[in-house]
């Protein structure tokens, strides 16, 4: 019985590095290890799901993501992208981790041909200039990555 109570949380329990710092959406999106240890719960499903449905029953083009910091909002985002990424192998573990498979408007919504090309902007207390400009080389060269400066 002594045995258990000196057992720590730390010694069943291990955290993957990458959780132990908030994701980026723009450092994270198209690194398939982000997507590692992601777990989809039942409410990130239903946004996808809901989103989805939006799409295809009326011309609501523009979505707002709140809850809690921490919630997984960012870290959604990234499997979200990763799901309509134009690297197959990335695209194909994103949709096995979101189950995809089992929300068909979502395929319906944003059919994949050769992959999207998602632009990570992020908000910052800066001009959105430097931003918006490299993403614009990246419309041009899509294989190419932005140096971060944050």
């Not at 777990?39 to 939006?54: E, F, N, P, Y």
């Not at 992208?81 to 068909?104: C, E, F, V």
């Not at 207390?125 to 430097?130: H, I």
Request: hydrophobic fraction near 40%; include cysteine; charge should be positive.
């Amino acid at each position: 019985m002594t045995e258990s109570l000196d057992t720590k949380l730390s010694d069943v329990v291990r955290i993957a590095r990458h959780y132990q710092r908030s994701i980026r959406i723009d450092a994270d999106l198209g690194r398939p290890e982000a997507l590692d240890g992601y777990i989809c719960h039942a409410t990130a499903r239903a946004v996808l799901d809901g989103m989805s449905k939006q799409l295809l029953e009326n011309n609501q083009r523009a979505f707002t993501w709140t809850g809690p910091f921490g919630g997984g909002k960012s870290s959604l985002a990234v499997a979200f992208a990763s799901a309509l990424a134009q690297n197959k192998t990335l695209r194909a573990k994103a949709r096995g981790i979101l189950r995809l498979d089992k929300l068909p408007a979502f395929d319906q919504a944003l059919p994949v041909r050769r992959g999207w090309l998602a632009i990570p902007v992020v908000g910052a207390a800066t001009s959105p200039r430097p931003e918006l400009g490299w993403t614009q080389n990246l419309v041009r060269n899509p294989h190419s990555r932005p140096v971060q400066s944050r």
